[in-house]
Structure formats: structure tokens, C-alpha cells
């Protein structure tokens, strides 16, 4: 149970200290939180409480956990005070700069906004922390790009047409030569085309692409082009580097209004891959009727769907000097939901319009599905391994004219602000559902304690099996066999009967179902609405816990398809 991994030709005394070092300080955390432990934790159930600690400056993600965690009635907040500095969730280092204290053996689950400043290799098997390490492969733009295109551009692969799941995107300003010559291309051979449809003339003529700084969220820096004269190489407020993606401009219209799917993904593992969709999120809609007409071109509330971008707009002023002042926003949202805003409605209402207008949502969730389990798939080798993390990914996903999706982005660290009703339902019940999926297990302070004092006493885990014969071939198997029990039986008493869900294996939750479809029913609304505000007590109750379920994407057969695509494609000669 030490942690330190000391190197091999360090002389014995040195390793030894270093491994005594290593106890001492487990010890001396355990017992301090084990004081914490006892004087605040009063468990009727006698089980070990899990101990979770939320380590975050916004108030909204603190919020959720917070209520998620007390819901549950399993977990117990571990706020120890700041001026204990073996305990306490920060220390200020001697540049004066706040980070996370080193990894204590008392808790069970950390939550953060951002990657934490913490050694992830010396964290126990009992320890939850809510990202993976280098995750950035997956949701800075640039960097997924890159992992999607290692398999999209391999010559010679027959299978890269599966891949085929962004829009083409270039990184700015290293691609730019690249860049300027798809544009062009694209140009020349609208031109030389021919337009089906009158009213098409102005989009078919054009090469439209949209800008996005490659590590700015909630719509910032955001903007559609047709023209190079418009490129900007970095973003104008942070000097960031810019990614260019070709623009759908046929997307797939809700009563002729633009949208996009916001999708939360759970991933437990991702060597091997082991991720959940949220069968509940949010379909954001634009504001504004969509056109690519040029006088159109430049309103955001037209072609940006985001949502801080929308309610901006709709409460009177825009986070975009190109977003037009003088026209009025839509004045609610498609379908029936009470709970719906004028800048997003639940998938539930989304597949109920769409089946009205004839489209199959079973087929279109499962290819919504497969785009996901791909995006996974494609950057899972440029993340290290990670056993005691997990990480709820925002996905955003369009769907064109021909019902096929796109992916768009993926997002570290979604959004948890909670300004409307909707909002309420459906992310506080996910981050509920969510810290019963991941399940953090209970493990028996008291007895790790006596574990570690045994060890940095005695020098050996169980000194009674010291004497145990191991000359011989036999003896020493026998020995072998004999300590391989021991430790069975403290780790089976250690972590209190539990024994941690086997890979692919679906949860004992009621709400996680293996790739069960769309949800095909709205939401329980029978909270009533007054003065068109509920209570909080009110939208909690109007959750319907059949409805809201993670989904098992991976492992699946699809995504075993696509192992056996990744071996073919890199054990090609073309590779």
C-alpha cells in the first residue's frame, strides 16, 4: 500500500525509508481524517459512510453535487477545516498558488471543475476522481480533430468511411495553407455546378465554414464565414489558436429553426472503453428562422445554437456585437413541454416532433450512438490509463438534412447552471444517476489503519506468516498460496463485502439499461407551475426515474467492430 515506487538501484536503506516515509504519512492522514470521521459521521446503517469532497470556485457545480450526494443519504461532505494542512482539500504552495493537498486515503469520490494538481497514480482503489488525465485529447478541438483523422486519412483503408464523423476541420493557424486551398477548392467547384433548386442558389454557390477557438466553451469567438477575408488566425480577446470546420449548411430543421443535440456521456473506463449515454439532454435551439441567406450569414441567433449565446439574445442583450438587436426571439419552444424554454427543449419532446414529421428515432439514436462509441474509440490511445477515474463528457451532435449526425465537439466539465426548470430535472437527477453508476466502494478506516500501523511496526503486512517454510519449489508455492488468501480475506474485510462490478457487466441500478433506445415518453410534469416558476421541491418530484437512464454503448458489438478496424488499420502496409 506505500506509494513510493523507489528506483531499483537505490541501496536497500534508502528504499526502506522511503517506503517507511510513505506509511508514516498514511498514517498520520488516516488519523486525522479518522477524527473528522468520528466526530461528524453518524451512520444508522453501520457501514463506513463514502466521503466525497467538491473541489470548484462555481457555486452551480458545488451545488448539484452537493444535492446529488445528500440524496443518495451514502455520502458525507469531507470538509476539513483549511488550516489543517495534511486534511484540507488545498495547500498554497511556496509561489503562493493553490493546489490540491496530497492524495489522502479518507475519502472516497473528489469532484472538480478543472484537472486537479494531484499525483492520480497514488490514489487507492477505493478513490473516484471525476476526469481523466490528458483529457484534452478529447475536448480541445484541435486535438480531436487530429485523433479522428489518424484513422479518416489512412491511404489504403477500406474501413476510414466509418471514421468519417466531424466535419472537415483544420487546425489555425498550422493548417492554413491546407486550409486555403479546401476553401478554394470548394468555390471553384460550386461554381462549376449545377443548382437543383432555385431557392438554393446562394448556399450552393458558397464554401461555408465556421470558426471556433480551440479551447474557449459556451459559444465565445464563434462565427460563420464565406469569405477568407474574414479568417481570423487567433482569437481576437485570448490570442488562441482557431480551428476552421466545414459548415453544415443543410442541417436537419426543427419547424425551421436550427438545432443541436447536447448529449452528457459517462466513461468509466477507457482502456478498455467503457462508456453510458444519458438517454435524457437537451435538444438547444436557435432563436431565429434558419438561412444562409449573405444578409443571415452573420447572425449568431440564427446558426448558433449555444445555449449561453441564445439566452443572451432572448434577455436583451448578446455576448456577439454580430448578432442583431433589432429582431425579437422566438417566443417559446416547439412542441408541449411546460418545462421547455425558448432556447432548448428535452430529447423526449425532440423525438416526439421528429416522429410526428415521419423520421424513425430509434434508427437515428443508434447511429447518434455510434458516432459517440467512435469519438471514444479514436482518442482512448491518447489517454493513459487511469483505473480510479471517470469523467461525464457534454457531446455535441448535429443531424443534417439526410439524418445523419455530426459530431461537433466534446466538452470537459458541462455546464451544471441550473437557470430553468428544465435545467433542474433532467441535471440533477444525471449527476444523481451518475454517483450511483460510478459507486464508489465503502472500505473499513479503522482496519486500514491497524494494516498500516502493522507494517511500519513489525516491517512485514502479516508478521504471524513470517515463519512460513518457503525452501523448495513446493514450500514456496505453498507460502505463495497461503499469503494470496491472507490478503483475500483483509481486502474482502477492508472493502466490507464489496466487490467491484466486473468490465461490460450493466449495473445493479434500476435506471442503467443496455442499449434500451430513445425515450419513447415525456417526463411525469404534473408539478404545477405558479406564477411560471415551480418550486425546487416541485421539479424534483417531476422527474420520472423510468424515463432518465444511462445507456451501456461500449462494450458492445459495434465497439468491437471497431477494435478489430483499429488493428487492421495499423497493421496495414499503407499504415
Same mark, same amino acid.
Given at each position: 500500500?506505500?506509494?513510493?515506487?523507489?528506483?531499483?538501484?537505490?541501496?536497500?536503506?534508502?528504499?526502506?525509508?522511503?517506503?517507511?516515509?510513505?506509511?508514516?504519512?498514511?498514517?498520520?492522514?488516516?488519523?486525522?481524517?479518522?477524527?473528522?470521521?468520528?466526530?461528524?459521521?453518524?451512520?444508522?446503517?453501520?457501514?463506513?459512510?463514502?466521503?466525497?469532497?467538491?473541489?470548484?470556485?462555481?457555486?452551480?457545480?458545488?451545488?448539484?453535487?452537493?444535492?446529488?450526494?445528500?440524496?443518495?443519504?451514502?455520502?458525507?461532505?469531507?470538509?476539513?477545516?483549511?488550516?489543517?494542512?495534511?486534511?484540507?482539500?488545498?495547500?498554497?504552495?511556496?509561489?503562493?498558488?493553490?493546489?490540491?493537498?496530497?492524495?489522502?486515503?479518507?475519502?472516497?469520490?473528489?469532484?472538480?471543475?478543472?484537472?486537479?494538481?494531484?499525483?492520480?497514480?497514488?490514489?487507492?482503489?477505493?478513490?473516484?476522481?471525476?476526469?481523466?488525465?490528458?483529457?484534452?485529447?478529447?475536448?480541445?478541438?484541435?486535438?480531436?480533430?487530429?485523433?479522428?483523422?489518424?484513422?479518416?486519412?489512412?491511404?489504403?483503408?477500406?474501413?476510414?468511411?466509418?471514421?468519417?464523423?466531424?466535419?472537415?476541420?483544420?487546425?489555425?493557424?498550422?493548417?492554413?495553407?491546407?486550409?486555403?486551398?479546401?476553401?478554394?477548392?470548394?468555390?471553384?467547384?460550386?461554381?462549376?455546378?449545377?443548382?437543383?433548386?432555385?431557392?438554393?442558389?446562394?448556399?450552393?454557390?458558397?464554401?461555408?465554414?465556421?470558426?471556433?477557438?480551440?479551447?474557449?466553451?459556451?459559444?465565445?469567438?464563434?462565427?460563420?464565414?464565406?469569405?477568407?477575408?474574414?479568417?481570423?488566425?487567433?482569437?481576437?480577446?485570448?490570442?488562441?489558436?482557431?480551428?476552421?470546420?466545414?459548415?453544415?449548411?443543410?442541417?436537419?430543421?426543427?419547424?425551421?429553426?436550427?438545432?443541436?443535440?447536447?448529449?452528457?456521456?459517462?466513461?468509466?473506463?477507457?482502456?478498455?472503453?467503457?462508456?453510458?449515454?444519458?438517454?435524457?439532454?437537451?435538444?438547444?435551439?436557435?432563436?431565429?428562422?434558419?438561412?444562409?441567406?449573405?444578409?443571415?450569414?452573420?447572425?449568431?441567433?440564427?446558426?448558433?445554437?449555444?445555449?449561453?449565446?441564445?439566452?443572451?439574445?432572448?434577455?436583451?442583450?448578446?455576448?456577439?456585437?454580430?448578432?442583431?438587436?433589432?429582431?425579437?426571439?422566438?417566443?417559446?419552444?416547439?412542441?408541449?413541454?411546460?418545462?421547455?424554454?425558448?432556447?432548448?427543449?428535452?430529447?423526449?419532446?425532440?423525438?416526439?416532433?421528429?416522429?410526428?414529421?415521419?423520421?424513425?428515432?430509434?434508427?437515428?439514436?443508434?447511429?447518434?450512438?455510434?458516432?459517440?462509441?467512435?469519438?471514444?474509440?479514436?482518442?482512448?490511445?491518447?489517454?493513459?490509463?487511469?483505473?480510479?477515474?471517470?469523467?461525464?463528457?457534454?457531446?455535441?451532435?448535429?443531424?443534417?438534412?439526410?439524418?445523419?449526425?455530426?459530431?461537433?465537439?466534446?466538452?470537459?466539465?458541462?455546464?451544471?447552471?441550473?437557470? *430553468?426548470?428544465? !435545467?433542474?430535472?433532467?441535471?440533477?437527477?444525471?449527476?444523481?444517476?451518475?454517483?450511483?453508476? =460510478?459507486? &464508489?466502494? @465503502? /472500505?473499513?478506516?479503522?482496519?486500514?489503519?491497524?494494516?498500516?500501523?502493522?507494517?511500519?511496526?513489525?516491517?512485514?503486512?502479516?508478521?504471524?506468516?513470517?515463519?512460513?517454510?518457503?525452501?523448495?519449489?513446493?514450500?514456496?508455492?505453498?507460502?505463495?498460496?497461503?499469503?494470496?488468501?491472507?490478503?483475500?480475506?483483509?481486502?474482502?474485510?477492508?472493502?466490507?463485502?464489496?466487490?467491484?462490478?466486473?468490465?461490460?457487466?450493466?449495473?445493479?441500478?434500476?435506471?442503467?439499461?443496455?442499449?434500451?433506445?430513445?425515450?419513447?415518453?415525456?417526463?411525469?410534469?404534473?408539478?404545477?407551475?405558479?406564477?411560471?416558476?415551480? *418550486?425546487?421541491? !416541485?421539479?424534483?418530484?417531476?422527474?420520472?426515474?423510468?424515463?432518465?437512464?444511462?445507456?451501456? =454503448?461500449? &462494450?458492445? @458489438? /459495434?465497439?468491437?467492430?471497431?477494435?478489430?478496424?483499429?488493428?487492421?488499420?495499423?497493421?496495414?502496409?499503407?499504415?
Amino acid at each position: 500500500m506505500a506509494h513510493a515506487v523507489p528506483s531499483s538501484s537505490a541501496p536497500a536503506s534508502v528504499l526502506y525509508n522511503q517506503c517507511v516515509s510513505a506509511i508514516e504519512s498514511h498514517v498520520e492522514q488516516l488519523l486525522q481524517w479518522k477524527k473528522w470521521y468520528d466526530s461528524r459521521v453518524h451512520d444508522t446503517a453501520g457501514e463506513a459512510a463514502l466521503i466525497y469532497r467538491v473541489h470548484t470556485a462555481r457555486h452551480e457545480v458545488l451545488d448539484i453535487v452537493r444535492r446529488a450526494c445528500d440524496d443518495s443519504s451514502r455520502f458525507v461532505e469531507g470538509a476539513i477545516p483549511r488550516d489543517d494542512s495534511v486534511g484540507s482539500p488545498k495547500h498554497t504552495t511556496s509561489q503562493g498558488s493553490h493546489v490540491l493537498a496530497p492524495a489522502s486515503a479518507g475519502w472516497n469520490l473528489l469532484w472538480t471543475w478543472q484537472q486537479p494538481n494531484l499525483d492520480l497514480s497514488k490514489l487507492l482503489c477505493w478513490q473516484r476522481i471525476n476526469h481523466f488525465p490528458h483529457n484534452s485529447q478529447l475536448t480541445r478541438k484541435d486535438f480531436l480533430k487530429k485523433n479522428i483523422n489518424r484513422y479518416r486519412a489512412l491511404r489504403g483503408f477500406k474501413h476510414a468511411a466509418v471514421f468519417d464523423i466531424m466535419p472537415e476541420t483544420f487546425s489555425l493557424p498550422s493548417e492554413r495553407v491546407a486550409f486555403v486551398q479546401a476553401f478554394v477548392h470548394d468555390s471553384l467547384q460550386s461554381r462549376a455546378g449545377h443548382v437543383s433548386e432555385p431557392d438554393q442558389s446562394e448556399l450552393e454557390h458558397r464554401s461555408l465554414w465556421i470558426l471556433k477557438p480551440v479551447a474557449l466553451s459556451r459559444g465565445r469567438g464563434i462565427r460563420v464565414i464565406d469569405s477568407l477575408r474574414d479568417v481570423h488566425y487567433l482569437h481576437d480577446g485570448t490570442g488562441s489558436p482557431m480551428v476552421a470546420q466545414r459548415y453544415i449548411a443543410d442541417p436537419l430543421l426543427l419547424r425551421g429553426y436550427k438545432f443541436d443535440l447536447r448529449l452528457y456521456v459517462l466513461a468509466t473506463s477507457l482502456h478498455p472503453l467503457e462508456c453510458f449515454i444519458y438517454r435524457e439532454g437537451f435538444a438547444r435551439l436557435a432563436s431565429m428562422p434558419y438561412s444562409c441567406q449573405p444578409d443571415h450569414l452573420r447572425d449568431t441567433l440564427r446558426h448558433i445554437t449555444n445555449t449561453a449565446v441564445q439566452q443572451a439574445a432572448v434577455m436583451g442583450s448578446s455576448t456577439d456585437a454580430m448578432a442583431p438587436q433589432s429582431e425579437s426571439a422566438q417566443a417559446e419552444a416547439p412542441g408541449n413541454d411546460p418545462h421547455a424554454s425558448c432556447t432548448k427543449i428535452s430529447l423526449t419532446t425532440l423525438w416526439q416532433l421528429l416522429k410526428e414529421d415521419g423520421i424513425d428515432v430509434d434508427v437515428l439514436w443508434r447511429k447518434i450512438s455510434e458516432v459517440v462509441v467512435t469519438t471514444l474509440t479514436c482518442t482512448e490511445d491518447a489517454i493513459p490509463p487511469c483505473s480510479n477515474a471517470f469523467e461525464l463528457f457534454g457531446f455535441d451532435i448535429l443531424i443534417d438534412r439526410s439524418l445523419r449526425p455530426w459530431l461537433l465537439e466534446v466538452n470537459s466539465s458541462p455546464s451544471m447552471e441550473c437557470s *430553468t426548470t428544465l !435545467d433542474r430535472i433532467i441535471k440533477r437527477r444525471m449527476v444523481h444517476d451518475t454517483l450511483a453508476l =460510478v459507486d &464508489p466502494p @465503502r /472500505f473499513d478506516r479503522d482496519r486500514l489503519l491497524q494494516l498500516l500501523q502493522i507494517r511500519l511496526h513489525s516491517g512485514s503486512w502479516f508478521p504471524e506468516l513470517c515463519s512460513l517454510p518457503t525452501a523448495g519449489r513446493s514450500a514456496a508455492a505453498n507460502a505463495d498460496v497461503v499469503i494470496k488468501k491472507r490478503w483475500n480475506r483483509e481486502l474482502h474485510a477492508l472493502l466490507k463485502g464489496h466487490v467491484p462490478r466486473p468490465f461490460g457487466q450493466v449495473p445493479a441500478v434500476s435506471k442503467v439499461e443496455r442499449s434500451a433506445g430513445p425515450i419513447n415518453h415525456p417526463p411525469d410534469t404534473s408539478g404545477s407551475e405558479q406564477d411560471g416558476e415551480n *418550486t425546487e421541491e !416541485d421539479s424534483d418530484r417531476a422527474v420520472s426515474p423510468s424515463n432518465l437512464a444511462f445507456e451501456m =454503448v461500449a &462494450p458492445s @458489438r /459495434f465497439y468491437e467492430q471497431l477494435v478489430r478496424m483499429k488493428r487492421t488499420a495499423f497493421s496495414s502496409p499503407f499504415a
